[in-house]
C-alpha cells in the first residue's frame, strides 16, 4: 500500500507570498499530524488532525500557519505572507486513529524555500 | 516539559564496527512511550521502534538493538556490524500521555565508511 505523500517535494517562493502544502495520508488512517524540521534539527510539532477537526494546534508558530483537512483525508497547510524564517521541511505524518502512542508514518516532506 | 537530548551529532565508523546512540529524555509522566527513527538522504523518516514506559525489556532486531533504562532516563540503540547503508540522521523522540505532540531530539547523524 502507499504510503504518506506530499506535494510538491520542493517551494521556492518569494517573502510575503501564499503558500499551501499538501499531504495524502496512508489509506484509513483517521489521526493526521503536521510538522516542521529546520536544517540540523529534528521535527517540531506544528498540528494533529482527529478526522475533519483540528484536535490540537498549538504548535503552529503564528496565525500566518493554518491547516485544514475538510473531507477527513488530505491536508493542506497553508502559509500566508511567507517569511525567510520558514524556510525549512515542512513533514507530513498519519497513524492509524491517533491513540497515545501510536506510531506516525512519515512522508517526504515539502521543502519550502524562502527567498 | 519534554526534553529528548542526543548528545552525539556525528558519528563517523568504518563498517563492521559496533555503534551506540545515546538517547536521553526527561518527563514527569510514569506513562510514556519512546520511538527511534531513521532519516536517510532521501529525508523520509521511517520507524524503527516504538517502546512504553512501561516495558523495559530490551529489544534486538537484527544487528539493531535498543536498551531502556528507565533509572537513568536513557533509550539507547546499537547497531552491531555497521553497514554503508546505515548512513543516515537518526532520531530518538518521546510521546507523553495525553499529549498528540511527539518531542525529538535533535539527531545524530552517523556516517560509516567503507
Known amino acids: 500500500g502507499a504510503g504518506v505523500s506530499q506535494t510538491p517535494s520542493n517551494k521556492v517562493t518569494e517573502k510575503g507570498k501564499y503558500v499551501e502544502l499538501r499531504c495524502d495520508p496512508i489509506s484509513g488512517h483517521t489521526a493526521l499530524y503536521w510538522y516542521r524540521q529546520s536544517l540540523g534539527q529534528g521535527p517540531e510539532f506544528l498540528i494533529y488532525?482527529?478526522?475533519?477537526?483540528?484536535?490540537?494546534d498549538s504548535g503552529l508558530p503564528n496565525d500566518r500557519f493554518f491547516a485544514v483537512r475538510p473531507e477527513g483525508s488530505v491536508s493542506t497547510l497553508k502559509i500566508q505572507r511567507t517569511e525567510r524564517g520558514d524556510s525549512a521541511v515542512y513533514l507530513c505524518?498519519?497513524?492509524?486513529?491517533?491513540?497515545?502512542?501510536?506510531?506516525?508514518?512519515f512522508g517526504p516532506g515539502t521543502r519550502l524555500l524562502v527567498l | 516539559a519534554q526534553k529528548v537530548t542526543q548528545a552525539q551529532t556525528e558519528i563517523s565508523v568504518v563498517e563492521k564496527e559496533d555503534v551506540t546512540l545515546d538517547c536521553v529524555y526527561e518527563?514527569?509522566?510514569?506513562?510514556?512511550?519512546l520511538f527511534w527513527y531513521k532519516q536517510p538522504p532521501s529525508g523520509e523518516l521511517v520507524f524503527l521502534i516504538r517502546?512504553?514506559?512501561?516495558?523495559?525489556q530490551n529489544e534486538i532486531s537484527g544487528r539493531y538493538s535498543w536498551n531502556f533504562q528507565k533509572s537513568t532516563s536513557s533509550f539507547n540503540f546499537t547497531i552491531t556490524a555497521s553497514q554503508v547503508v546505515d548512513s543516515a540522521v537518526y532520531f530518538c523522540a518521546l510521546s507523553e500521555f495525553n499529549n498528540n505532540d511527539m518531542r525529538f531530539g535533535a539527531g545524530t547523524r552517523l556516517t560509516v565508511k567503507p
Open positions: 517502546r512504553n514506559s512501561f516495558d523495559e
Open positions: 488532525f482527529q478526522g475533519t477537526g483540528a484536535a490540537d
Open positions: 505524518a498519519s497513524s492509524l486513529t491517533g491513540v497515545f502512542g501510536e506510531t506516525q508514518y
Open positions: 518527563t514527569r509522566d510514569t506513562t510514556y512511550y
